[in-house]
């Protein structure tokens, strides 16, 4: 049974940093292109940062030179490290792994609130 889940989201002032984790269990994931979508109050859900199979990563314009993706597959856990936040960063963060046969797994979700 595959499962995903997300944790490290929380409560950050502007100009803080978190750094989100997507761990993942149940089948062999190595193949699997990742990636890290958000959700903010009355938004659409929006791609944050992806990363394939071999390592490439594309991210977002709104969060270039600010987020970095990266997977550990030993550990069998993909990372969204999130500098420099902004308010405007709020929202639910989801991970997303796709298959090469474009299944599809999704995370529960992490809160990620950005405030002074």
């Known amino acids: 049974q595959v499962q995903v889940e997300e944790s490290g989201g929380g409560w950050v002032q502007p100009g803080g940093s978190l750094r989100l984790s997507c761990a993942y269990s149940g089948t062999d994931f190595r193949t699997y292109a990742m990636g890290w979508f958000r959700r903010a109050p009355e938004k659409q859900r929006e791609m944050v940062a992806r990363i394939t199979g071999g390592g490439g990563t594309s991210y977002a314009d709104s969060v270039k030179g600010r987020f970095t993706i990266s997977r550990d597959n030993a550990k069998n856990t993909m990372y969204l490290q999130m500098n420099s936040l902004k308010p405007e960063d709020t929202a639910v963060y989801y991970c997303?792994?796709?298959?090469?046969?474009?299944?599809?797994?999704w995370g529960q979700g992490t809160q990620v609130t950005v405030s002074s």
């Open positions: 997303k792994l796709v298959g090469l046969s474009l299944n599809e797994y």
